[in-house]
Protein backbone atom coordinates (compact mmCIF):
# COMPACT_ATOMS: atom_id res chain seq x y z
CA UNK A 1 0.00 0.00 0.00
CA UNK A 2 1.10 3.49 -0.89
CA UNK A 3 1.83 5.39 2.44
CA UNK A 4 1.63 8.62 -0.02
CA UNK A 5 0.40 10.11 -3.12
CA UNK A 6 0.55 13.90 -4.54
CA UNK A 7 -2.68 15.31 -6.14
CA UNK A 8 -2.41 17.66 -8.78
CA UNK A 9 -4.62 19.41 -11.13
CA UNK A 10 -4.29 21.67 -14.31
CA UNK A 11 -5.11 25.08 -13.19
CA UNK A 12 -5.06 28.95 -14.53
CA UNK A 13 -7.21 28.04 -17.78
CA UNK A 14 -9.74 30.52 -17.15
CA UNK A 15 -7.61 33.47 -19.21
CA UNK A 16 -8.03 36.81 -17.67
CA UNK A 17 -11.38 35.99 -15.97
CA UNK A 18 -10.21 34.66 -12.25
CA UNK A 19 -9.68 37.78 -10.24
CA UNK A 20 -7.06 37.11 -7.48
CA UNK A 21 -8.83 37.04 -4.17
CA UNK A 22 -12.20 35.53 -5.53
CA UNK A 23 -13.18 32.10 -4.53
CA UNK A 24 -12.99 30.61 -7.91
CA UNK A 25 -12.61 27.35 -8.99
CA UNK A 26 -9.10 27.59 -8.81
CA UNK A 27 -9.20 28.80 -5.34
CA UNK A 28 -11.46 26.01 -4.15
CA UNK A 29 -8.66 23.62 -6.09
CA UNK A 30 -5.98 24.80 -4.75
CA UNK A 31 -7.55 23.94 -1.18
CA UNK A 32 -7.26 20.60 -1.90
CA UNK A 33 -4.45 19.61 -4.36
CA UNK A 34 -0.81 19.66 -3.80
CA UNK A 35 0.44 20.37 -7.39
CA UNK A 36 -1.06 23.14 -9.89
CA UNK A 37 -0.28 22.36 -13.45
CA UNK A 38 -0.24 25.78 -14.26
CA UNK A 39 -1.03 26.61 -17.98
CA UNK A 40 1.59 28.62 -19.74
CA UNK A 41 -0.59 30.55 -22.69
CA UNK A 42 -0.27 28.40 -25.39
CA UNK A 43 -3.45 26.70 -24.58
CA UNK A 44 -5.17 28.80 -22.09
CA UNK A 45 -4.27 31.65 -19.48
CA UNK A 46 -2.45 34.65 -19.82
CA UNK A 47 0.62 36.11 -17.15
CA UNK A 48 -2.45 37.49 -15.08
CA UNK A 49 -3.86 34.60 -14.17
CA UNK A 50 -0.29 32.86 -13.97
CA UNK A 51 0.71 35.28 -11.31
CA UNK A 52 -2.82 35.14 -9.42
CA UNK A 53 -2.74 31.07 -9.25
CA UNK A 54 1.51 30.66 -7.99
CA UNK A 55 0.48 33.71 -5.78
CA UNK A 56 -2.45 31.56 -4.63
CA UNK A 57 -0.33 28.50 -4.82
CA UNK A 58 3.04 29.84 -2.94
CA UNK A 59 0.22 30.93 -0.06
CA UNK A 60 -0.93 27.33 0.54
CA UNK A 61 2.32 25.05 -0.01
CA UNK A 62 1.41 23.65 -3.37
CA UNK A 63 3.61 22.84 -5.95
CA UNK A 64 3.35 24.96 -9.07
CA UNK A 65 4.33 22.95 -12.26
CA UNK A 66 4.55 24.31 -15.90
CA UNK A 67 1.38 22.53 -18.32
CA UNK A 68 2.87 22.96 -21.34
CA UNK A 69 1.32 22.83 -24.54
CA UNK A 70 0.93 22.67 -28.70
CA UNK A 71 0.20 26.33 -29.81
CA UNK A 72 -3.37 26.15 -29.89
CA UNK A 73 -5.67 28.50 -27.85
CA UNK A 74 -8.69 27.35 -30.43
CA UNK A 75 -9.01 24.27 -29.59
CA UNK A 76 -8.00 24.42 -25.78
CA UNK A 77 -4.75 22.60 -27.15
CA UNK A 78 -6.75 19.20 -27.46
CA UNK A 79 -5.90 19.13 -31.50
CA UNK A 80 -2.40 17.78 -32.69
CA UNK A 81 -0.23 20.07 -34.03
CA UNK A 82 2.42 18.49 -36.30
CA UNK A 83 5.15 20.77 -35.83
CA UNK A 84 8.47 20.72 -36.34
CA UNK A 85 10.81 19.03 -33.44
CA UNK A 86 12.95 22.19 -33.65
CA UNK A 87 9.53 24.58 -33.16
CA UNK A 88 8.33 22.30 -30.17
CA UNK A 89 11.83 22.70 -28.46
CA UNK A 90 11.65 26.49 -28.52
CA UNK A 91 8.08 26.56 -27.56
CA UNK A 92 7.98 24.45 -24.63
CA UNK A 93 11.16 26.37 -23.40
CA UNK A 94 9.48 29.73 -23.84
CA UNK A 95 6.30 28.78 -21.84
CA UNK A 96 8.79 27.04 -19.38
CA UNK A 97 10.67 30.35 -19.15
CA UNK A 98 7.60 33.13 -18.91
CA UNK A 99 6.09 30.74 -15.89
CA UNK A 100 9.32 30.55 -14.16
CA UNK A 101 9.96 34.30 -14.09
CA UNK A 102 6.44 34.79 -13.21
CA UNK A 103 6.57 32.49 -10.71
CA UNK A 104 10.00 33.52 -8.91
CA UNK A 105 8.13 36.64 -8.88
CA UNK A 106 4.84 34.71 -6.81
CA UNK A 107 7.50 33.68 -4.32
CA UNK A 108 7.89 30.06 -5.53
CA UNK A 109 9.10 28.69 -8.52
CA UNK A 110 8.43 26.05 -11.26
CA UNK A 111 8.78 22.70 -10.08
CA UNK A 112 8.17 20.10 -12.51
CA UNK A 113 6.76 20.18 -16.12
CA UNK A 114 3.67 18.49 -17.41
CA UNK A 115 2.96 18.01 -20.96
CA UNK A 116 -1.21 19.10 -21.81
CA UNK A 117 -3.81 17.81 -23.95
CA UNK A 118 -2.90 16.79 -27.52
CA UNK A 119 0.83 17.13 -26.48
CA UNK A 120 0.54 14.92 -23.34
CA UNK A 121 -1.13 12.29 -25.79
CA UNK A 122 1.22 12.52 -28.67
CA UNK A 123 4.00 11.89 -26.42
CA UNK A 124 3.14 8.59 -24.93
CA UNK A 125 3.95 7.86 -28.27
CA UNK A 126 5.64 10.41 -30.71
CA UNK A 127 9.53 9.98 -30.59
CA UNK A 128 10.42 13.31 -31.85
CA UNK A 129 7.76 15.45 -29.66
CA UNK A 130 8.61 13.70 -26.84
CA UNK A 131 12.23 13.94 -26.89
CA UNK A 132 11.40 17.83 -28.21
CA UNK A 133 9.64 18.00 -24.73
CA UNK A 134 12.34 17.00 -22.71
CA UNK A 135 15.27 18.84 -24.82
CA UNK A 136 13.92 22.10 -23.50
CA UNK A 137 13.57 21.16 -20.01
CA UNK A 138 16.77 21.92 -17.91
CA UNK A 139 16.69 20.21 -14.79
CA UNK A 140 13.26 19.48 -13.97
CA UNK A 141 10.93 16.44 -13.31
CA UNK A 142 8.20 15.79 -15.64
CA UNK A 143 4.84 14.16 -15.16
CA UNK A 144 3.45 11.45 -17.51
CA UNK A 145 1.78 8.47 -18.48
CA UNK A 146 3.56 5.61 -17.83
CA UNK A 147 4.93 4.00 -19.76
CA UNK A 148 5.63 6.78 -21.99
CA UNK A 149 8.25 7.83 -24.84
CA UNK A 150 8.68 11.13 -22.75
CA UNK A 151 9.05 9.28 -19.63
CA UNK A 152 11.27 7.45 -21.31
CA UNK A 153 12.83 10.23 -22.73
CA UNK A 154 13.38 12.29 -19.07
CA UNK A 155 15.00 8.80 -17.54
CA UNK A 156 17.62 9.09 -20.56
CA UNK A 157 18.51 12.25 -20.06
CA UNK A 158 18.91 12.14 -15.88
CA UNK A 159 15.64 14.06 -15.31
CA UNK A 160 13.27 12.58 -13.05
CA UNK A 161 10.42 11.18 -14.65
CA UNK A 162 7.12 10.84 -12.68
CA UNK A 163 4.02 8.18 -13.46
CA UNK A 164 0.75 9.73 -13.06
CA UNK A 165 -3.28 8.22 -13.05
CA UNK A 166 -6.04 10.12 -13.71
CA UNK A 167 -9.20 10.22 -11.20
CA UNK A 168 -11.83 11.45 -13.36
CA UNK A 169 -11.01 9.73 -17.20
CA UNK A 170 -11.62 6.46 -18.52
CA UNK A 171 -8.83 4.02 -19.74
CA UNK A 172 -8.57 1.39 -21.86
CA UNK A 173 -7.05 -2.27 -21.33
CA UNK A 174 -3.28 -0.34 -22.79
CA UNK A 175 -3.13 1.87 -20.03
CA UNK A 176 -3.70 4.73 -22.33
CA UNK A 177 -6.88 6.97 -21.52
CA UNK A 178 -10.08 7.21 -23.44
CA UNK A 179 -10.23 9.85 -25.46
CA UNK A 180 -12.55 12.54 -24.91
CA UNK A 181 -15.01 11.98 -28.12
CA UNK A 182 -15.95 8.75 -26.77
CA UNK A 183 -17.91 6.98 -24.25
CA UNK A 184 -16.14 6.23 -20.94
CA UNK A 185 -13.75 9.30 -21.20
CA UNK A 186 -14.86 10.59 -18.30
CA UNK A 187 -15.73 9.65 -14.26
CA UNK A 188 -17.35 12.70 -12.85
CA UNK A 189 -19.23 10.22 -9.87
CA UNK A 190 -17.58 11.48 -6.78
CA UNK A 191 -17.84 8.26 -5.18
CA UNK A 192 -16.80 6.42 -7.82
CA UNK A 193 -13.64 8.68 -8.35
CA UNK A 194 -12.44 8.32 -5.06
CA UNK A 195 -13.36 4.24 -4.93
CA UNK A 196 -10.67 4.37 -8.27
CA UNK A 197 -8.07 6.47 -6.55
CA UNK A 198 -7.92 4.70 -3.20
CA UNK A 199 -7.72 1.33 -5.14
CA UNK A 200 -4.68 2.97 -7.29
CA UNK A 201 -3.43 3.99 -4.50
CA UNK A 202 -3.22 0.75 -2.72
CA UNK A 203 -3.05 -2.01 -5.13
CA UNK A 204 -1.73 0.13 -8.13
CA UNK A 205 -4.28 -1.20 -10.11
CA UNK A 206 -7.23 1.05 -12.35
CA UNK A 207 -10.43 -0.65 -13.95
CA UNK A 208 -10.65 -0.43 -17.88
CA UNK A 209 -13.68 0.58 -19.76
CA UNK A 210 -13.99 -2.78 -20.92
CA UNK A 211 -13.81 -4.37 -17.47
CA UNK A 212 -10.22 -5.00 -17.54
CA UNK A 213 -7.78 -4.38 -14.59
CA UNK A 214 -5.06 -2.34 -15.54
CA UNK A 215 -1.53 -1.59 -13.88
CA UNK A 216 -0.81 1.85 -13.03
CA UNK A 217 2.40 2.57 -10.86
CA UNK A 218 1.47 6.28 -10.40
CA UNK A 219 2.98 8.88 -7.70
CA UNK A 220 0.81 11.45 -8.58
CA UNK A 221 -2.74 11.29 -9.67
CA UNK A 222 -4.76 14.17 -11.71
CA UNK A 223 -8.21 15.32 -10.92
CA UNK A 224 -9.61 17.54 -13.51
CA UNK A 225 -10.66 21.19 -13.01
CA UNK A 226 -12.73 20.78 -16.18
CA UNK A 227 -14.59 17.93 -14.89
CA UNK A 228 -18.04 18.40 -13.56
CA UNK A 229 -17.86 19.06 -9.83
CA UNK A 230 -14.36 19.25 -9.65
CA UNK A 231 -14.05 20.69 -6.44
CA UNK A 232 -16.21 18.73 -4.58
CA UNK A 233 -14.42 15.33 -6.43
CA UNK A 234 -10.95 16.27 -5.51
CA UNK A 235 -12.20 16.73 -1.99
CA UNK A 236 -14.06 13.48 -1.78
CA UNK A 237 -10.97 11.73 -3.09
CA UNK A 238 -8.44 13.64 -0.72
CA UNK A 239 -11.05 12.38 1.93
CA UNK A 240 -11.08 8.87 1.54
CA UNK A 241 -6.93 8.62 1.10
CA UNK A 242 -6.37 10.34 4.25
CA UNK A 243 -9.04 7.99 5.97
CA UNK A 244 -7.59 5.46 4.73
CA UNK A 245 -4.24 6.46 5.73
CA UNK A 246 -2.49 7.85 2.69
CA UNK A 247 -0.63 11.16 3.37
CA UNK A 248 -1.41 14.12 0.41
CA UNK A 249 1.71 15.58 -0.40
CA UNK A 250 3.51 16.95 -3.18
CA UNK A 251 5.94 15.00 -5.33
CA UNK A 252 8.58 17.71 -4.91
CA UNK A 253 10.21 19.37 -2.11
Known sequence: MADRIDLNCDLGEEFDAWEPGVDGLDTLLLDVVTSANVACGFHAGDERTMAAVCRAAARRGVAVGAHVSYLDRE?????????????????????IDLLQ?????????????????????????HEQHARAVVAAITDLPVLGLPGSAVLAAASARGLRAVPEAFADRGYRADGTLVPRSEPGALV?????????????????????????EVT????????????????????TVRTALVENGVAILPFVA
Not at 188 to 212: C, F, Q, S
Open 216 to 235: VAAESVCVHSDTPGAAGLAR
Open 188 to 212: TDADEVAARVLRLATDGVVVAVDGT
Open 101 to 125: GIALGAGTRVAYVKPHGALYNAVVH
Open 75 to 95: NFGRRFVDVPADVLQAQVTQQ
